[in-house]
């Protein structure tokens, strides 16, 4: 599938290696779809200016192409700050245990309120999201409360599946690998092309 690129965007105290990412990347590359995993920078200088710096070091300088976000965590909500501030939409955007705003946990909250200082532009974003918008979270997240992420797919008008037994989707709970990402992100690329 040349012509399209898909962005991993990880989460606080996270990196590109890290859960599921390495996989999504060599199943999606192995389809011919190009994967950037970009690494942002966290905890230490973690702030939203900072992420866009780190995002645009990395993407700018790339050929512009149709591009699908994929984001976990904190991914998901800096994925939702791409889109809001992007002129033209995306072609995809899919989040995995995805919310906004502080979550009640000290070591997060701290560094991710930049990240929700200015209240999103839902509207806008709705707009931009591309035409395939996808949702999961865990049913048994430590970290976000389902309906934290029932929130975000609710304001995106995008379906939210919930995964049992889950947890935060992260290798913590064994999720290593997500053939329902995959197969999303495969399925949906004839409703992008047309």
């Known amino acids: 599938m040349a012509g399209l690129r898909v962005v991993v965007l990880h989460g606080a105290y996270g990196g590109p290696d890290t859960n599921w990412f390495p996989w999504l990347h060599a199943a999606l590359e192995a389809e011919g779809i190009e994967v950037w995993r970009p690494r942002l920078p966290t905890p230490k200088g973690q702030s939203l200016q900072a992420w866009f710096e780190a995002y645009d070091l990395a993407v700018e300088p790339l050929p512009v192409v149709p591009t699908i976000l994929v984001g976990h965590s904190l991914g998901a909500a800096f994925a939702l700050r791409l889109v809001e501030r992007a002129v033209e939409p995306v072609a995809g955007l ?7 705003g502080a979550l009640g946990l000290s070591d997060y909250d701290t560094i991710n309120q930049s990240f ?3 209240p999103l532009d839902w509207t806008g974003i709705r707009e931009r999201k591309g035409r395939v918008c996808r949702c999961w979270a865990g049913g048994n997240d430590p970290y976000v409360p389902l309906s934290r992420s029932q929130h975000v797919a609710d304001r995106l008008g995008a379906p939210l599946d919930i995964v049992p037994d889950g947890g935060h989707l992260n290798s913590e709970t064994g999720f290593n690998t997500f053939p329902q990402l995959r197969g999303t992100i495969l399925a949906s690329l004839s409703d992008m092309a047309g």
């Open 116 to 118: 929700f200082a200015d």
């Open 94 to 100: 899919f989040l995995a245990a995805g919310f906004v």
